[in-house]
Nanobody, 114 residues
Framework: VQFVESGGGLVQPGGSLRLSCAAS????????MMWYRQAPGKERELVAS???????GYGNSMKGRVTISRDNAKNTVYLQMNSLKSEDTAQYYC?????????WGQGTQVTVSS
C-alpha cells in the first residue's frame, strides 16, 4: 500500500490549491480515504473524509473552504482548498485504513503567506 501526495506549495492568503493523493497496492474503490493536516507544534487533525460510496465528511477547521473528491479510475483522492488563511499552513497527509491497518502518505507542505 502506498500513498503519494502532491500539489502543495506556497500560496498567498485568499488563494487556492488542489492537493492530490495517488494510491496504489490495493483496491482503491473499496476503501474510505481521508485528508489530515499537522501544523508545527499542533496535533494532527482531520480535514476531510470520503467513503467508498462517496459519503463525505469535513472537520471543523476548514469546513466550507474545502472539497474532497475521488476518482476511482485514477486511484486518486483530491482536496480542493479555497480562501486559504495563514493558519492553514501545515503538512497535509492522506490516509487510508486498509484491511484494518492505517497507512499514511509522506505528506505535502502547504504554506500560506504573503
Amino acid at each position: 500500500v502506498q500513498f503519494v501526495e502532491s500539489g502543495g506549495g506556497l500560496v498567498q492568503p485568499g488563494g487556492s490549491l488542489r492537493l492530490s493523493c495517488a494510491a496504489s497496492g490495493f483496491t482503491f474503490s473499496n476503501y474510505a480515504m481521508m485528508w489530515y493536516r499537522q501544523a508545527p507544534g499542533k496535533e494532527r487533525e482531520l480535514v476531510a473524509s470520503i467513503s467508498a460510496g462517496g459519503i463525505i465528511g469535513y472537520g471543523n477547521s476548514m469546513k466550507g473552504r474545502v472539497t474532497i473528491s475521488r476518482d476511482n479510475a485514477k486511484n486518486t483522492v483530491y482536496l480542493q482548498m479555497n480562501s486559504l488563511k495563514s493558519e492553514d499552513t501545515a503538512q497535509y497527509y492522506c490516509k487510508g485504513r486498509i484491511m484494518g491497518y492505517e497507512y499514511w502518505g509522506q505528506g505535502t507542505q502547504v504554506t500560506v503567506s504573503s
